[in-house]
């Protein structure tokens, strides 16, 4: 057990839909990392925040947002979904804002009908 | 942007057997990181490196952050059927707001009993 959480483990919805995801860091952990897997791209980094603040930006979709809470907490608001964001995605979190050492949650998968 | 290279995409080996992994990059990294993930699982950190030529074991693994800094390599001894899964390197690069772990795209690692 990483320490990570995510909810839900499954989420089944309709293209066109909107849906959060949520990710609870390691405790003392300050950042807070948001990837997506798919079966043909492996893992690829979508944002990082560290205490609070979006610190990084990977290969994020205008259509999906991120935000972390006072309680460091986040959630990834995915929008207007697609067919194609079906997916495994995956919360880590690490102690600092440099993106090294990483603990994964043990990921939303995501089913878009 | 970066990119590592892990091959071949999948390894059979027979119980007992030792298996070593490398990947490669034209990049150099700060921080190599090497990741196992369980189907439908998040990804969990077996060992972390963070200076160049260092040899970290944890358990039956070891793995070493090459010298040149754009590699690193991992062997699994005596293997056993619960091996089994996909085996992924990470590293890190850049500082500040600007670093991130890209990762390879895994090797799926097969024991047969």
């Known amino acids: 057990d990483s320490g990570v959480t995510q909810t839900p483990k499954h989420l089944i919805t309709a293209t066109g839909q909107r849906v959060t995801l949520r990710c609870s860091p390691r405790?003392?952990?300050?950042?807070v990392y948001w990837y997506q897997q798919s079966l043909d791209q492996g893992l690829q980094f979508l944002i990082q925040y560290y205490n609070g603040e979006e610190r990084a930006k990977g290969n994020i979709l205008e259509r999906f947002s991120a935000q972390q809470f006072p309680d460091l907490h986040s959630e990834l608001n995915l929008s207007s979904l697609e067919l194609g964001d079906s997916a495994l995605y995956f919360c880590a979190s690490s102690p600092r804002a440099v993106a090294d050492t990483q603990y994964f949650g043990p990921g939303t998968r995501l089913t878009v009908l | 942007g970066q990119q590592l290279n892990q091959s071949p995409q999948s390894m059979f080996i027979q119980e007992g057997e030792d298996v070593s992994m490398n990947c490669t990059s034209s990049?150099?990294?700060?921080?190599w990181l090497w990741y196992k993930q369980d189907p439908g699982e998040g990804p969990v950190l077996l060992i972390a490196l963070y200076k160049a030529g260092e040899l970290t074991s944890n358990g039956r693994l070891t793995a070493q952050f090459g010298i040149t800094r754009k590699d690193s390599f991992l062997n699994i001894s005596a293997s056993i059927p619960s091996d089994v899964g996909i085996y992924f390197c990470a590293g890190q690069d850049g500082t500040g707001a600007n670093s991130k772990l890209t990762f390879g795209k895994g090797i799926t690692l097969s024991v047969r009993p």
């Open positions: 990049s150099i990294f700060n921080t």
């Open positions: 405790s003392g952990d300050l950042s």
